[in-house]
Nanobody, 125 residues
Framework: QVQLVESGGGLVQPGGSLRLSCAAS????????IGWFRQAPGKEREGLSC????????YYAESLEGRFAISRDYAKNTVYLQMNDLKSEDTAIYYC??????????????????WGQGTQVTVSS
């Protein structure tokens, strides 16, 4: 069973950038589709981005307006989420998740069965 650990969150000013990491252990990350999600207090978990392990497909939520980018480092068994031009509305706990092998990845919660514990991102001036 793969295990996931998120890191890289913290406090950043509006307009700043962060790179989140999702490190896998137990199994290699390239066996799984990986998704990034976030959850703010009192809100539903929101799908942000995903990367499929088959066909190298990536997908982004339109609400991100091109500010985020997902990538895999196979040698480090890690998936990254680069976040640029951060806004106060981006404040949330960010989670990565692993799902079954796919050609085109989903960014819905039902597509994933293994989750990390999350990393806090706070955007404030």
């Amino acid at each position: 069973q793969v295990q996931l650990v998120e890191s890289g969150g913290g406090l950043v000013q509006p307009g700043g950038s962060l790179r989140l990491s999702c490190a896998a252990s137990g199994e290699t990350l390239d066996l799984y589709t990986i998704g990034w999600f976030r959850q703010a207090p009192g809100k539903e978990r929101e799908g942000l981005s995903c990367t499929a392990n088959l066909g190298e497909n990536v997908y982004y939520a339109e609400s991100l307006e091109g500010r985020f980018a997902i990538s895999r480092d196979y040698a480090k068994n890690t998936v990254y989420l680069q976040m640029n031009d951060l806004k106060s509305e981006d404040t949330a706990i960010y989670y990565c998740a692993a799902g079954a092998s796919t050609l085109y990845c989903p960014i819905v919660e039902s597509g994933y069965n293994t989750w990390g514990q999350g990393t806090q991102v706070t955007v404030s001036s």
